[in-house]
């Protein structure tokens, strides 16, 4: 599975937006491998059955973490030279996967598939946050109704996608509609939300401008850098450079950014409802992950990911611009 945004084994913000841009780590590559077995050993492990259903059905399943707050769900991951606990982390939880889910067995991923992985899921972890499933066009949704409190006491929670928000209407890239939307979801819940969009190494990243609600590019005299996001979305129909076989982006975009612009908003509506919306005018098919860190961390991150279909390799074929037949690319301004 590859981990988009920070990686559950650390509480540094900076170490786990580190690892979030090399794109996998080694717990989650080998809850992938595990999880072929049945078994998956993890912090969040329906976390990881998403990615494993989605990789065996093609199908995008996405998954909503709750807003940890319970000092109670943290543990040590290891030592320093004085035998002092190195770094916290959520701690770690187990999955027996339901072995008739493959293809083969059972052929459709519909709601008494995914019943059978929540129904094993709160069997094997009785005290740990409860999770329901929502189905919508853009296919299935993983999402909290129970959590632990500040005393670690079990009570009903939502995810923070559940927020109801406003997104004014304007022209930007996806990547700044994703942020954006982030936005609305932090002033409506009071938790922070960054997005990682699934940008390649050194992109810029895009911000809100905190009081003008402005999107706002990292550095004025930084060349606009496209991310793995825009890409994927190929807005209006147009491909970037380079991007009709690959996903990375070119390495500098202002003459392509006027393609990539597209209107978008949103207006008193459920965010999750939004952010499906948005996704729906994507050229390639596209899940998400709403990954909060412990209670030390204080924020979450919304991580795009791309949808494997089933094919050669552990993680099958990734899905490119599938919904995009009559794609070209950008004209060159320069």
């Known amino acids: 599975m590859r981990r988009f945004g920070f990686d559950r084994r650390s509480t540094s913000p900076a170490w ?18 595990s999880a072929r077995g049945g078994k998956i050993a993890v912090a969040a492990p329906l976390h990881e059955a998403a990615d494993v259903l989605q990789a065996r059905y093609g199908r995008p399943v996405t998954y909503e973490d709750p807003f940890y707050v319970w000092r109670g769900d943290m543990a040590a991951h290891g030592v320093d030279k004085s035998g002092q606990p190195r770094l916290f982390g959520l701690k770690p939880l187990s999955l027996l996967m339901p072995d008739d889910l493959t293809p083969d067995k059972t052929p459709a991923l519909d709601a008494a598939a995914m019943t059978k992985v929540l129904d094993a899921y709160h069997e094997q972890n009785p005290g740990a946050p409860r999770f329901r499933f929502l189905q919508s066009k853009a296919g299935l949704h993983i999402v909290p109704t129970m959590a632990r409190d500040v005393t670690g006491i079990l009570t009903p929670t939502e995810s923070l996608l559940d927020a109801k928000v406003s997104v004014p209407v304007a022209s930007r890239t996806a990547t700044e509609h994703l942020s954006a939307l982030c936005h609305a979801v932090t002033l409506a819940r009071g938790v922070p939300v960054d997005a990682f969009p699934g940008s390649g190494p050194g992109d810029v990243q895009p911000y809100l401008d905190r009081k003008s609600d402005r999107v706002s590019r990292a550095a004025p005299a930084t060349p606009f850098r496209a991310t793995w996001l825009d890409a994927s979305f190929a807005a209006n129909g147009y491909t970037l450079r380079g991007s009709i076989t690959s996903m990375m982006p070119p390495p500098s975009d202002d003459d392509e950014r006027p ?25 390639t098919t596209l899940s998400w992950r709403l990954v909060c860190g412990p209670p030390d961390y204080g924020f979450c991150v919304l991580n795009m990911a791309p949808v494997s279909a089933p094919g050669m390799g552990i993680h099958g074929r990734t899905l490119f611009l599938d919904r995009c037949a009559n794609c070209r690319p950008a004209p060159a301004q320069r």
């Open 259 to 283: 393609y990539m612009l597209f209107e978008w908003g949103a207006k008193d509506v459920v965010a999750r409802d939004a952010l499906i919306d948005l996704l729906d005018r994507s050229g």
């Open 16 to 33: 786990a937006l580190l690892l979030a841009g090399l794109g996998a780590s080694a717990l989650a590559i080998s809850a992938q491998d």
